[in-house]
């Protein structure tokens, strides 16, 4: 028996005995093995394995500067590996082939090119008996510009991913995916527009699966050169990208040789090529394992076909890119991706409705990604403790000015819902709103000015609203500038307190400037507050001094003590601490660089969660959320919803220049209480 059948029924035997679905094979990082095996043929790029009849073939674009293209334009061919025989020419004139397999007929896909590189058409190519071929077409999209194409399976319909450079209101930052479904693989109807991946960067897509109800887009990204990612979503509209990202990346095993066939000359350009790319990938499973095909080169016209292998199942490929652990959620219930539209959505809060739905409202931004760009308040809820989410609601409308945003909700005393949001007129007028819902979000009530004493620029964080035991609720602030003040970009610290449920309000004796040990001014932004189980206040500051600051107050915000630096050390970055209610243990959610996990210099990254049982003296060590070492991640609203842990926060990378994305993640109660490992 040969090895691939020996291995293939142990695991189907083991697998019946045991009743548990085995996962694939894994490196030690966790990610699926992919063995690279090396390069098979030069000048070609996509390439789809595909099992017909039993038999293994591979689908090829034979580009016009293929070193053994006689007809002198585009076509594609299906290669049968075993033999090495090539079916007549077919699709010619189209370029950017793939292949999908469905019964007992194969099809393939092309590009027309009119457009020099690129078409608005898709042609479908069908065959029984790879000799005869009936043509349609299946997409004509005027002034589209269509690249890439991959076809698979969703129940009992048919999806196609195809990659737009145009039109720029849809393809964003060239290049992205958009869709379109069918019935009977002739007819297509386009996707909404919203459903999209991903238009705020360059982000080629190459391969459409689908398993367990979600999607899954294999696609190039540019980062550190090009190397290949996955994503999966549910509706094609919210993705969530696997944590183990890259699948495929540049690496010395591209260039073995895997094909004996090669000539010396073909062998000699391997050697000296310019390797800066993995891109292309598509696979089938052949003899319980993965066939997988690549391209590698300079990502300029100079690309290489290359062979990978996966000692497992599709299944098992696809899930291993997403791994399920018992200790926690292992997925974000949410991530809004920017758009061209709404480039960025950030600083937002979770509030629990009395009918058990999740309200989520946070800062969706329309006219760019800065902080004063235009932006307005909407709301998402959900009526399955988040692993679905209604469309975005708009809740208060930028009314003029810069924007709104930066949202707190707090369940007040009363059992109403306060809503508290930054209102920014200008450059020298940015208050502290707040407006009460009765009706759990229906509508929400009078908008009244928190502040009224002095107009100025004062920041409030998102999920910064407080009420304490007493019933007063206090909103720390920072001053950084008023009207014919100079901007004090240092902050002046300072809370606003109402003891008549947000009707009046007034300043705290207490506003103070931070300075270090050393007499020096510190940097001192964003205040949050928790009160501890003595009635008195911890305040916890932004500062750029390498920690967060803590003052305390033992008069309920009225004043405060000399702010000094605490153990939580971190950037020029925001905390959160809220209260668990489980076990009344204080939790921390911030930018750990205390050193304990990996983390560049001043930037927002790693994302921790430490535990403190002696109301903020000390510290547990710290638990890593996100790790990306170009990541951003900051802004965190805290939320305790029957048995989980929610966290929604700001997110983005290195490539957009900051915060982007609003993510909110499930964390279990088991893994938040237990003392596992460091990463969750």
Known sequence: MRREYRWAVALLLLTALTGVALAGPVDEQGRPLIRKLGTIDCDLVESTPIVFQGKLYRSEWVRTSYEGNELGENYSRLIEVATGKATAPLARGCAFSSAFVDGDTVYVTGTSTEQKWTGQRVEIFASRDLEHWEHWTALDLDGF?????????????YVMMFEIHKPKDQAGVAFTARFATSKDLKHWELTDPACVYAKDRYSAPHCLRYLDGYFYDFYLEAHEGYEMRVVR??????????????VLKASPEDKQIANPKLTAEQRQRIAKAKDINNSDIDFCEYQGRLVINYSWGNQQGEEFLAQATYDGS????????FPQKEDKATEPFLVIEPSTTYPRHSEGDIVELKDGRLCLIYTRFSGGRGDHAAADLVMHLSADGGATWGEPQVVIARPGGLNVMSVSLLRLASGEIGLFYLRKTSKEDCRPMMCISTDEGKTWGELAVCITDEVGYYVLNNDRAVQLRSGRLVLPVAWHQGPGKPRDTAGVIMCYLSDDNGKTWRRSQSAFKVYGPDGQRVTAQEPGVIELKDSRLMMFIRTNA?????????DQGETWSKAKPSDLASPLSPASIERVPWTGELLCVWNDHSGR?????GRRTPLCIALSRDEGKTWSPSRAIETNPDGWYCYTAIAFVKDRLLLAYCAGDKQVGGLNRLKVLGISKDWLTSNSSDRP
């Open 145 to 157: 510009g269509i690249c890439n194409t991959s076809i698979c399976k969703a129940g009992d319909r």
């Open 233 to 246: 979503s549910k509706d094609l509209i919210h993705w969530e990208p696997s944590p183990l990202n890259p």
């Open 597 to 601: 996990h990996p983390y560049p210099k």
């Open 314 to 321: 599709v299944e098992e490929f696809l899930r291993g890119w």
């Open 546 to 554: 390498g920690s967060q600051y803590i003052c305390y107050s033992r």
